[in-house]
């Protein structure tokens, strides 16, 4: 279904002046009163049975699960009287059965009155779907679609589509329009009043799909992922409660900025976090070499790490002999064999195959034991045989105990051991920039020679005589993560959604795996958007990583954020991307672009900003990493109060970003502060101009004083 305007036989009804409109108003607006007062009365319930809930619970356990229960309740029924409580109303014909003659109203939360009759539907209750998707050409039962008008919480105006006429506005409505355009300052706003058909279907997936959205800038793909949890959570509440929802962004400075849409929906318990909050099982004191750190990115380190594990289960030389009492309990090598056999069988994760392998060797010692004693014995008897010396020092030479950060500060520290580890899977050069060392000749046998000692350096790997003395770095994290998910079964939850997806590395996406193996996925991206030097250029190969190869992949490309005028300057840059991704086109024609050469940039930059000051909105400065303190210094002696990406609750209106911080981010006004520096600064430079460029939300300033990067200065179609 297009998101274009479709045709309009008849123009729908506008709020207008004449006494039987305001009085409509007026109807609205004491509905909204009334809407508002009952919201109250529930949150007041809610208090007081919060208040009172140790008092009627049975017992301890009871009472902090009620209390649980309940605060969460008064967090969902919190009401911020500037954000509107409905935004649109449905009023049913005579073709719905089921809501023939009926008129709801729908808004963020579910809010009745004292005798439980609905004031306003949840808009994601399966009647709501009608406000989304309803068309003159399928009006869903619907006579009238009503949507309305806020400023600030007040309700202004109201504008009516009869579809049983064949009246529709589409995206020609002027409240849908100035909701969209609506300048911002400050955390992202959901976007229930604004979904289009195209994304409510994305929304309202099934929880049992995974799907991955390859979303243009300014299509709205990170409010369908966010949207799309808060209807998974309205739809299977108990269900995702216990195995819970998690958002993966890419920095906190994102997640500081998209937190606020959930709560504003009522949802306040998904939990949100990098990779890098996932990966936190040391300190990260090192930077690899970029070489380096591609390397330990490879999905060939998967199995690398894979057979470093196995390497370490042996075979049984000797039987196993136990004394109890006056008892010899003895386990020959022959079932000793087969119990290792077995278990290795059972590809279980390595801890648990090591306490498996335990219990079956005091099974074997119960039923020598229930033979000769004809009873059974004890679970202090059971646990004190698993603990036993001899048990032990079988499970030590058979399989023993190993923690993430020993196995690869061993396979770092020791050639031999990453040799047969990455036996046709790395190249010796490759093996030798893992271990720190310069390439090496192979010896007779194949494999390196030599031995780094104590302190070699691994990439910027610093490795000391153990595991904590070694000195991490944020790829080994990612590695020490792929360890712990071979030792030990990690948690998971029951559904992820993942932004800004392009850049994740095969390892990274397997981290998000391990945590979504039996639940779905939402991902988000825009390949053309994709900065890392291991970035994604095809999804399938991503998804595969991901434990979800046949998920389904929907482009989005019609932009409702980002002006025509904006984007086609950005798409410039496409054709050297190299990337085969649609390009977005823009719903918008109202945004300004400028583009300006300069001599002194920073003194530019203090006008402009000043000039944008004029107007409504956020004001974005976005420039290479290396001058954003000395933009800040300009604007801070020019008196204009600014703010970085660690202040995400500032009320100042103009943030300085570094350009390598702002995927993800938007602003009313951005100015773009030497585009050439930002491309020479990284090697994908391109992309990340084109993530910074598709920053603006209404208007775009570019300064610069070098020559524009090529693509720019030649305006191709593609």
Not at 106 to 128: C, I, K, M, N
């Amino acid at each position: 279904m297009s998101l274009h305007a479709r045709p309009v036989p008849q123009p729908p009804q506008r709020q207008q002046s004449g006494p039987d409109l305001d009085d409509e108003l007026a109807a609205e607006r004491a509905h909204l009163s009334n809407s508002r007062a009952a919201l109250h009365r529930m949150r007041e319930r809610a208090e007081a049975l919060f208040a009172t809930g140790d008092k009627v619970a049975g017992d301890a356990y009871t009472a902090e699960q009620l209390g649980r229960h309940l605060a969460r309740r008064v967090a969902e029924l919190a009401d911020d009287p500037r954000t509107p409580l409905f935004f649109g109303r449905l009023d049913f014909g005579d073709a719905d059965a089921e809501h023939s003659g009926h008129r709801y109203h729908v808004g963020r939360r579910h809010v009745t009155d004292e005798q439980g009759e609905p004031l306003v539907l949840d808009w994601r209750a399966p009647v709501s779907r009608s406000f989304y998707r309803a068309s003159a050409r399928d009006p869903q039962g619907l006579a009238v679609r009503r949507r309305f008008g806020f400023g600030n919480g007040v309700l202004t105006s109201f504008e009516d589509e009869h579809l049983d006429r064949g009246e529709e506005l589409g995206t020609a409505s002027r409240i849908l329009t100035a909701e969209i355009e609506r300048p911002r300052v400050g955390p992202m706003r959901d976007i229930v009043a604004t979904i289009q058909p195209e994304q409510d279907e994305l929304v309202r997936a099934d929880l049992a799909a995974s799907i991955c959205v390859q979303g243009a800038p300014g299509t709205g793909k990170t409010a369908v992922g966010l949207h799309r949890a808060a209807y998974l959570l309205y739809l299977h509440r108990e269900r995702l409660r216990r195995s819970k929802v998690l958002v993966v962004g890419p920095n906190r400075a994102f997640l500081g900025y998209i937190a606020a849409v959930l709560p504003a929906l009522g949802e306040v318990e998904v939990e949100q976090a990098t990779v890098e909050d996932l990966v936190d099982r040391v300190a990260v004191r090192a930077v690899d070499p970029p070489a380096v750190a591609t390397l330990k990115h490879d999905a060939r380190m998967a199995e690398v790490l894979r057979r470093a594990v196995d390497a370490y289960v042996g075979e049984p030389t000797e039987p196993t002999v136990v004394s109890d009492g006056s008892f010899r309990w003895r386990i020959g090598l022959e079932p000793l064999h087969r119990l290792v056999r077995e278990t290795r069988e059972e590809a279980l994760p390595y801890a648990v195959g090591r306490e498996r392998i335990r219990a079956r060797v005091v099974g074997l010692l119960q039923r020598q034991a229930e033979a000769r004693r004809a009873e059974s014995p004890s679970d202090a008897w059971l646990r004190r045989m698993g603990r036993s010396k001899p048990v032990t020092a079988f499970l030590d030479a058979v399989w023993p105990a190993l923690t993430p950060d020993g196995l690869l500060h061993a396979l770092l520290a020791d050639p031999a051991r990453l040799a047969a580890a990455a036996d046709g899977l790395l190249t010796p050069d490759e093996q030798a920039l893992l271990a720190g060392q310069p390439p090496v000749a192979a010896g007779t046998d194949g494999r390196p020679t030599g031995t780094p000692g104590a302190g070699a350096v691994s990439g910027g790997t610093r490795l000391g005589r153990t595991p904590k003395a070694t000195r991490w770095t944020a790829a080994d994290a990612v590695l020490l993560d792929e360890a712990a998910g071979l030792i030990e079964r990690p948690a998971g939850y029951g559904h992820v959604v993942v932004d800004e997806a392009q850049d994740l590395s095969p390892m990274q996406c397997r981290v998000i795996a391990r945590r979504s193996e039996h639940g779905s996925l939402t991902l988000l991206g825009d390949l053309a958007q994709a900065t890392a030097p291991w970035a994604a250029t095809d999804w399938r190969v991503s998804l595969r990583h991901l434990g979800k190869p046949d998920a389904a992949v929907v482009p989005l490309t019609v932009g409702f954020r980002v002006p025509a005028d904006v984007l086609a300057f950005a798409n410039r840059l496409l054709p050297a991307l190299a990337v085969d991704v649609p390009p977005a086109e823009s719903l918008r024609r109202d945004g300004a672009l400028g583009v300006r050469t300069v001599t002194d940039l920073a003194a530019a930059t203090v006008v402009e900003v000043r000039t944008a000051l004029t107007h409504e909105g956020s004001i974005g400065v976005i420039a290479a990493d290396d001058a954003v303190d000395g933009l800040r210094a300009a604007l801070a002696e020019a008196g204009v109060e600014t703010a970085t990406a660690d202040d995400p609750e500032t009320a100042a209106r103009v943030i300085v970003m570094p350009a390598t911080l702002v995927k993800g981010l938007e602003y009313d006004h951005v100015i773009v502060v030497e585009p050439a520096a930002i491309v020479a600064a990284e090697p994908r430079g391109l992309h990340r101009l084109y993530v910074v460029l598709t920053r603006a939300v209404s208007r775009l300033s570019v300064l610069h004083s070098a020559p524009l990067p090529a693509p720019l200065d030649q305006p191709t179609g593609r």
